[in-house]
């Protein structure tokens, strides 16, 4: 057997194991207007949402717009909520183009468990930034992700972004 060293890994493994046994919803403690933005890595925030990195990205740039309301499904969200979502998606994929330069990207809601929803109970947008020639050998025979980058450094260039809007 190969092995690929990446002590790195083990923040993702004890994060899993944490967050699956944090009380309470971490995007609704994410939302909150005081929070510590870098440390729960919101790099943008709306009247409504916010813009969270992913702490387990498919790629550098992985991003989520929540709304801040705890709400499992579209039809929970007012009109203005909504709107300010919706909004949010287009500003994002906006500041990932300009800070990344993807060749497109991939939007996507999973609503609800048999959806593959991690998160059943707040809504959640997913957009991932993608490459021509992306998908590599690693992910496929290894079933393992390689990123270029840390999320520390993703949070400094997105919300450095972000700030100038």
């Given at each position: 057997m190969d092995l690929l060293w990446a002590p790195w890994r083990s923040k993702y493994v004890e994060g899993v194991e944490n967050m699956l046994?944090?009380?309470?919803?971490?995007?609704?403690?994410?939302?909150?207007?005081?929070?510590?933005?870098?440390?729960?890595?919101?790099?943008h925030s709306s009247q409504h949402g916010f813009v969270i990195l992913n702490r387990y990205p498919y790629a550098s740039?992985?991003?989520?717009?929540?709304?801040?309301k705890h709400a499992a499904h579209l039809s929970e969200l007012a009109d203005d909520e909504y709107i300010d979502i919706?909004?949010?998606?287009?500003?994002?994929?906006?500041?990932?183009?300009?800070?990344?330069?993807?060749?497109?990207?991939?939007?996507?809601i999973n609503l609800g468990?048999?959806?593959?929803?991690?998160?059943?109970?707040?809504?959640?947008?997913?957009?991932?930034?993608?490459?021509?020639?992306?998908?590599?050998?690693?992910?496929?025979?290894?079933?393992?992700?390689?990123?270029?980058?840390?999320?520390?450094t993703t949070w400094s260039k997105l919300s450095k972004h972000f700030s100038t809007l």
């Open positions: 046994k944090e009380d309470g919803c971490f995007l609704c403690s994410a939302g909150v207007a005081d929070a510590d933005a870098q440390a729960l890595l919101v790099v740039g992985h991003i989520m717009i929540s709304p801040r919706m909004s949010l998606l287009r500003v994002s994929v906006a500041a990932l183009q300009k800070v990344y330069s993807p060749h497109g990207c991939n939007v996507g468990d048999a959806a593959g929803a991690g998160i059943p109970g707040h809504l959640h947008i997913h957009v991932v930034p993608r490459w021509h020639g992306d998908t590599n050998f690693m992910p496929v025979l290894g079933g393992t992700r390689v990123l270029s980058e840390e999320l520390s």
